[in-house]
């Protein structure tokens, strides 16, 4: 039997853009994506804390280092800049793995530009976004 666990969580993400005319999609900070072991097109659930919406979409890697969380599509539509969001993605674990499971987790503070938690670095969790990142039309890299 398998169990779908919380495998990676960012809490407390500040939205810095939205494009609505974009194809669709959550830009996320490629620096962010590894330290929780977010892959690029990875299926996410985003919950909104200032409106209380949750959504899924993907993620797509944003510059690394430039602190950005792009609603992009359709997403716009469910939040501003400025909106708290704590995003979340899953997998599934072996039944005998999951009491000792641990998610990797990321809160952030301060526009994004401090890390207030950070926690469940686990040998399990797939090998960091970087290594994965397919090339992206210009279009697609650029938010803003």
């Not at 997403?75 to 793995?97: N, P, Q, S, W, Y």
């Amino acid at each position: 039997m398998h169990l779908e666990l919380l495998k990676s969580k960012i809490h407390r993400a500040e939205v810095t853009d939205s494009s609505l005319n974009y194809e669709g999609s959550l830009g996320i900070d490629a620096e962010f994506m590894e330290m929780v072991g977010l892959l690029p097109f990875e299926k996410i659930l985003v919950g909104n804390l200032a409106n209380g919406a949750r959504f899924e979409t993907y993620a797509i890697p944003a510059p690394a280092g430039s602190k950005k969380f792009s609603l992009n599509g359709a997403t716009a539509r469910l939040g501003k800049v400025g909106d708290l969001l704590t995003i979340m993605a899953f997998c599934h674990v072996a039944a005998a793995e999951a009491e000792s499971w641990t998610p990797r987790v990321l809160v952030l503070g301060s526009a994004n530009g401090k890390i207030i938690k950070q926690s469940g670095k686990q040998s399990t969790t797939p090998e960091p976004a970087t290594r994965f990142r397919p090339t992206l039309p210009a279009e697609q890299r650029e938010f803003g």
